[in-house]
């Protein structure tokens, strides 16, 4: 039979009680220092003639204090004390100090790692630290007049920020202060550890009592989109369970970031409360689609949907301008270009953008904007007042001049560098809305087989639309050189899902438009280049190259961000990406400027508004410049510029979908 001795018994006990935290590891210490000073107080007793409870006393002062050890007399007691003196810089001065130095070590640890619930209320919960975090985290610290409205929204007095990251510490908190979370806005966010698929973790950012939940995509590690997207839905069933009501309280709003649109009923289903999804598929698909009709149009999209963007959505009150028409009504924002109206119907927010010009505003309807600043979307109250003197005017607008628009021309000939399952989805949307013949080429490392049977589904069969797989890695120049891309009438260089990490996609990115860049060196006409890039940072290399770019994650980080603000917003979002009417368009600028007769901006709006067309601003119709919208638009517009507009819309009458999932 297996015996232990008695220091194994002595050793097991001893690290038994170690294990239990500093409060027991300084009573074993406690324990030690009062058999030491009972050892040493008998050892002496024969030296002298004290009690023997002061001999204990000196032998415990001799422990705590090496200054006693010079006024000892004799061998012995010096022999004691010395090996007393030795004994109280091991048990004082070693461990007793290594044990407060671990407790307080342990406790800054813990409290860097925000592991205590916050107490606040009304605030505004990101859960998950990852590529989109930081962004949306800059995009709420600088709302300007939309973190007002939110707080009276709230009735709160000061914008609170919690987040939830796996990891808290310096570094982390280093990086919001480079993006915004610096000054006055360093106690605006809270940092708190813990994952966002734990219900405990949840409860320590009090998402019961939040204004409005957060909950960004691709914060879950790198991974297939199904992958992200199943995490996304598990967190919604945590938060349903966590967030239940109390005391009849509402379920807090929850903005959340899917990959495949396909998910949408399945996180519906999992959150009973009011619930916005954006679908970074469905947006991208979209921007694509307008690229190929339009090309150039993603230039407009990157504007309106960046962080850094000059001209962004804002929306507003009716206030004094209800019941009047939207045509009229433009007439009172002299410095923003109202577009659209959100109505409210039977408790859906819906959206429409350029609605027909005899639309009345009703009291209740929230005006649309594309504006520099919420400032410069307050209406002329001395023009909003005189609805009489408008009508006039509106009746001899000079608008009304018949001058047929020209609509952009389809390329025939697509070539894709890239896979992603997305492609699925895009080429059915090709297939459901071609007017004329087109050829799309994808070209990719992954197994053309595979992609094949993907892309077959897909078009089902439809004539309009020809897809070719090429097997090539388009970073090798001499295989893209083979596919022939001066060929084509446009390029896309797509992010390739195949590489899980996103640096690592991006560099692939880069390096494949370097490549193709050299081979188009010589192309005329040189076929029009999108790329889409999975990281924002990694922008700045590619340099002045005049191509199209298209970062999908910082378009959704301004979404989620302005939706969390300003819910309103996410109504005019979900336009963007489902509604096919009243989308952005270009157009040539020499018509237009024929039949106005003048390229001042607010001259080619009332033409434009007469033929159903909401005039946004203008950009080059070549590779470089960008786009100039109405409140920067100092300089007439050139003969061979291209015109930035939204398509006409359909009013509020007619069938539409939901805003962007809410529920």
């Known amino acids: ?35 030491v000073s009972v050892v040493g107080g008998f050892l002496i007793l024969p030296t002298g003639d004290e009690a023997y409870g002061d001999a204990v006393w000196w032998a415990f002062l001799r422990l705590t204090d090496p200054g006693y050890l010079g006024d000892d007399e004799g061998n012995w007691r010096r022999v004691v004390s010395t090996w007393l003196t030795v004994s109280g810089y091991v048990l004082f001065m070693g461990t007793l100090i290594a044990i407060l130095t ?9 409290l860097e ?78 940092l708190r550890s813990g994952s966002a698929l734990e219900t405990a973790d949840l409860h320590r950012v009090n998402v019961a009592e939040s204004g409005v939940i957060i909950l960004p995509g691709g914060v879950f590690g790198a991974g297939e989109q199904v992958s992200e997207d199943v995490n996304t839905i598990k967190t919604l069933i945590a938060l349903r369970e966590e967030a239940r009501p109390r005391n009849d309280r509402p379920l807090p709003l929850v903005i959340a970031e899917l990959q495949d649109h396909r998910q949408a ?70 410095n923003a270009v109202l577009c659209g109206l959100i109505r409210t119907t039977a408790g859906t927010p819906r959206a429409r953008l350029n609605p027909p010009g005899d639309t009345v505003i009703a009291a209740d309807d929230h005006l649309v904007f594309v504006a520099e600043a919420y400032r410069d979307t307050t209406p002329d109250r001395g023009a909003a ?65 595979q992609r094949e049977r993907h ?21 090798a120049r001499a295989e893209l050189a083979e596919c022939s891309p001066e060929r084509y009438d446009q390029v896309w260089i797509v992010r390739s899902e195949v590489v899980e990490n996103s640096q690592e996609a991006d560099a692939r990115a880069v390096v494949g438009h370097l490549v193709l860049s050299q081979l188009l060196a010589r192309a005329r006409p040189r076929p029009r280049v999108l790329m889409e890039l999975a990281e924002a940072g990694n922008r700045s290399l590619l340099g002045e190259h005049g191509d199209d770019v298209l970062v999908p ?27 096919s009417h009243g989308q952005p368009i270009l157009l040539p600028a020499r018509p237009w400027l024929e039949a106005a007769d003048s390229g001042d901006f607010h001259a080619l709006c009332a033409h434009m508004a007469a033929h159903g067309y909401c005039l946004l601003g203008w950009m080059p119709p070549g590779a470089f410049g960008e786009p100039v919208f109405g409140g920067d638009a100092a300089t007439p517009c050139a003969a061979d510029n291209v015109l930035i507009a939204l398509a006409p819309g359909i009013g509020f009458d007619a069938d539409g979908g939901d805003a962007v999932g809410s529920h």
């Not at 002595?10 to 220092?33: H, N, P, S, W």
């Not at 606040?120 to 409205?149: D, K």
């Not at 077959?456 to 309009?464: I, N, P």
Request: glycine share 8%.
């Open 455 to 475: 892309c077959r589904r897909a078009l089902q069969g439809a004539s309009m639309v020809q897809c070719q797989q090429l097997e090539a890695d388009f970073v």
């Open 1 to 35: 039979m297996y015996r232990l001795r008695a220091a194994d018994r002595l050793r097991y006990f001893l690290e038994r009680q170690f294990i239990k935290g500093a409060g027991y590891q300084l009573m074993v210490v406690a324990c030690t220092v009062a058999l």
């Open 265 to 334: 009923d399945v996180a519906r289903a999992a959150y009973p409360g009011p619930l916005a999804l954006i679908t970074v598929d469905a947006l991208v698909n979209r921007i694509l689609l307008q690229q190929l009709r339009y090309p150039g149009i993603a230039r407009v999209y990157a504007e309106l949907l960046s962080l850094d963007a000059s001209e962004r959505f804002h929306v507003r009150e009716a206030g004094d301008i209800a019941g009047l028409s939207l045509q009229a009504a433009r007439r009172c924002f002299p």
């Open 553 to 579: 994650s910082l378009m959704v980080s301004h979404m989620l961000g302005q939706g969390a603000l300003c819910p309103e917003l996410l109504a005019v979002f979900d336009s963007l990406i489902k509604d």
């Open 385 to 449: 007042a005189d609805d009489a003197r408008l009508a006039v005017d509106d009746a001899a607008s000079p608008a009304r001049v018949n001058a047929a628009p020209v609509e952009a021309a389809a390329s025939g000939r697509l070539l894709i560098l890239g896979w992603t399952p997305r492609h699925a989805g895009l080429l059915a949307a090709f297939a459901e809305q071609a007017a004329a013949p087109l050829e799309v080429d994808i070209v990719s490392i992954y197994p053309a087989e």
């Open 113 to 190: 790692q925000g592991l205590t619930p916050i107490t606040v209320r009304g605030h505004i919960v990101v859960l998950g630290m990852g590529s989109r975090t930081v962004p949306i985290v800059g995009e709420l610290l600088n709302g300007g007049g939309r973190i007002r409205a939110f707080l009276r929204r709230m009735r709160r007095r000061s914008l609170r920020i919690a987040v939830l990251s796996q990891r808290v510490d310096a570094s982390v908190a280093h990086q919001f202060r480079l993006h915004g979370a610096r000054g006055r806005h360093r106690q605006d966010v809270v």
């Open 102 to 110: 671990q407790w307080l070590n342990r406790t800054m640890r813990a």
